[in-house]
T-cell receptor, first 114, second 114 residues
């Protein structure tokens, strides 16, 4: 089954404690992206990757890091989480061509930073 | 540059009534337009997409949307709302001229009353 898998689905942590949210897709997609969803603000892009070893900032990259060492994986790293990073996070992927194709989303990771 | 505006953060309808969710876009190149749906505690999934083949696009679950270039709109409709349609709906645009990063609207929450 084609899917995007995120882990963990739920996480409560404390300020400053490094954490990683993993994302893996099994569709051989070139493009992957991270979003955060906050009430009233919709989806905002954090980082995206056009292919292995190619990453770029989205609209709200501050406080986040990513890496793309393998095509299937695109982890989101919070080096020193702060309460304003409490949010619902989504990973998404898409085939590289055509670049007008649909995005496939994971089920989301709800993060609470105390 | 591209942008999406969804009019109304919440839309409330009675079961059986017409559903109309509004989306206006701006794009400097011919756009590709998408509607995604997010059911509670789930990720987003594609409802329908416009890719210039036909201006009236039919999607899943009885939804359809019409691309109107003169109005820069891509409104989502369904003739008769069902309780199971209650969800968050997102409109998104991707430029066809090489801008491959989709831009999302802020979302519209559809509430269906019995």
């Amino acid at each position: 089954e084609a899917q995007v898998t995120q882990n963990p689905r739920y996480l409560i942590t404390v300020t400053g404690k490094k954490l990683t949210v993993t994302c893996s897709q099994n569709m051989n997609h070139e493009y992957m992206s991270w979003y955060r969803q906050d009430p009233g603000l919709g989806l905002r892009q954090i980082y995206y990757s056009m292919n292995v070893e190619v990453t770029d900032k989205g609209d709200v990259p501050e406080g986040y890091k990513v890496s793309r060492k393998e095509k299937r994986n695109f982890p989101l790293i919070l080096e020193s989480p702060s309460p304003n990073q409490t949010s619902l996070y989504f990973c998404a992927s898409r085939a590289g061509q055509p670049n007008t194709g649909e995005l496939f989303f994971g089920e989301g990771s709800r993060l609470t930073v105390l | 540059a591209q942008s999406v505006t969804q009019l109304g953060s919440h839309v409330s309808v009675s079961e059986g009534a017409l559903v109309l969710l509004r989306c206006n876009y701006s794009s400097s190149v011919p756009p590709y337009l998408f509607w995604y749906v997010q059911y509670p505690n789930q990720g987003l999934q594609l409802l329908l997409k416009y890719t210039s083949a036909a201006t009236l696009v039919k999607g899943i679950n009885g939804f359809e949307a019409e691309f109107k270039k003169s109005e820069t709109s891509f409104h989502l409709t369904k003739p008769s709302a069902h309780m199971s349609d209650a969800a968050e709906y997102f409109c998104a645009v991707t430029g066809s001229g090489g801008s491959y990063i989709p831009t999302f609207g802020r979302g519209t929450s559809l509430i269906v009353h019995p």
